[in-house]
């Protein structure tokens, strides 16, 4: 089956540092991955959506310029969040949908909790 | 704008005993609604994923039925394990998917 993974799994930084996260799928071409983020017992907000070649597309409140987004190839996505606050800190987790298959199921990544202190 | 409530928010049940969560949306033109499993801690495992043309979905002992005209889908989980215990989120949407809280499930042995 389809397998997403991302890195880290869990990072605790400091105050003002940035931190990147990798979302890959191992198996399959994906144009199109999605970064959310889930505060506890809350639902995954989708931040924004990354799309391989070109600019992501934010969802709105969410600061383009904070959370930077990579998709350098059709298998890796990355999401960097600079200047981190203890805000900030929450579970981030990444999807991926094979390309070319309309309507075909998300899969996700293991996520990463990210610690500010 | 589409918005998924889940409900209940939280189940407690023996094992062996068959179940319903449900999922409602209020946006009826979506492309698909899927089930998700979430574990402490870790990402969403995708259970079934209904297309908007059809009503429902099997696997094992999962159904998931979607019911456009009402806004309502429902997950049913028969003879209950406790390795089922997790939260289970529904999703739908057209371009983007939107979340519903989930249903923390907790099957006692």
């Known amino acids: 089956g389809a397998v997403v993974s991302q890195h880290p799994s869990w990072v605790i930084c400091k105050s003002g540092t940035s931190v990147k996260i990798e979302c890959r799928s191992l198996?399959?071409?994906?144009?199109?991955m999605f970064w959310y983020r889930q505060f506890p017992k809350q639902s995954l907000m989708l931040m924004a959506t990354?799309?391989?070649?070109?600019?992501?597309?934010?969802e709105q409140g969410v600061e383009k310029d904070k959370f930077l987004i990579n998709h350098a190839s059709l298998t890796l996505s990355t999401l960097t969040v600079t200047s981190v606050h203890p805000e900030d800190s929450s579970f981030y987790i990444c999807?991926?949908?094979?390309?070319?298959?309309?309507?075909?199921?998300?899969?996700f990544g293991n996520g990463t909790r990210l610690t500010v202190t | 704008k589409q918005e998924v409530t889940q409900i209940p928010a939280a189940l407690s049940v023996p094992e062996g005993e068959n179940l319903v969560l449900n999922c409602s949306f209020t946006?009826?033109?979506?492309?698909?609604l899927q089930w998700f499993r979430q574990d402490p801690g870790k990402g969403l495992t995708s259970l079934l994923l209904?297309?908007?043309?059809?009503r429902e979905q099997t696997s094992g002992r999962l159904n998931a039925s979607l019911d456009k005209s009402s806004g309502r889908s429902t997950l049913y989980i028969a003879a209950s394990q406790p390795g089922d215990s997790a939260t289970y989120l529904c999703?739908?949407?057209?371009?983007?998917?939107?979340f519903g809280k989930g249903t923390k499930l907790t099957v006692n042995p």
């Open positions: 999807s991926a949908t094979r390309q070319g298959r309309v309507n075909s199921p998300l899969h």
């Open positions: 198996d399959f071409q994906a144009t199109t």
């Open positions: 990354s799309n391989e070649g070109s600019k992501a597309t934010y």
């Open positions: 946006d009826s033109a979506i492309y698909n």
């Open positions: 209904i297309q908007s043309s059809q």
């Open positions: 999703a739908g949407g057209s371009e983007k998917l939107v």
